[in-house]
């Protein structure tokens, strides 16, 4: 059965959209999605299921709307794309950590960096669906402004190549 990673907009951040790891995963389960795995408190959640990855977001959204009154948000990636976002990081200087991928439902306007303000020389590069960040500074305090992150959901490095890793070994454990 195929391994869909979901990344939920707007869970845990700054205080809204609080939604536990275990209740995400009871969700997960409820929706009749096997091996759910959750991995830290920002909503990633890893599952098997035979549905399209359409479907799976499709029900994904659907029950976390009902749950928390408005969906947040779901954008689904594979092993593979997860793989080869963080193989094609633009910026091979960049801490882990200081480096945000940020993942789109679909690729930004062609003038999307026209609209970027990034006043602590924070670096930005699009690359189809996703949009990757170096934050010398770190994130926490950053004025950078990007109209084009609003539909998305960012995670840092070494978050995408650890739920990149637990797919593979989910993989590998179906095979």
Do not use: W
């Amino acid at each position: 059965m195929p391994v869909h990673v979901a990344l939920l907009r707007a869970v845990n951040v700054g205080g809204t959209g609080t939604l536990s790891m275990a209740e995400l995963k009871a969700i997960c389960e409820g929706l009749g999605f096997a091996d759910v795995k959750t991995y830290i408190q920002s909503g990633n959640v890893l599952i098997r299921s035979e549905l399209a990855g359409s479907e799976v977001q499709r029900r994904l959204e659907a029950a976390l709307a009902e749950r928390m009154g408005k969906a947040p948000g779901v954008l689904l990636r594979s092993r593979r794309e997860l793989e080869a976002v963080a193989a094609k990081v633009p910026f091979a200087d960049a801490k882990p950590n200081f480096l945000l991928i940020a993942f789109l439902p679909e690729p930004p306007a062609a003038d999307a960096l026209d609209k970027l303000v990034a006043p602590d020389g924070e670096e930005v590069k699009i690359d189809g669906r996703e949009i990757y960040i170096h934050y010398p500074n770190g994130s926490g305090r950053s004025k950078l402004k990007l109209p084009a992150l609003k539909p998305g959901t960012a995670r840092n490095l070494n978050t995408v190549r650890k739920l990149a890793e637990l797919a593979a070994a989910m993989e590998d454990e179906g095979a």
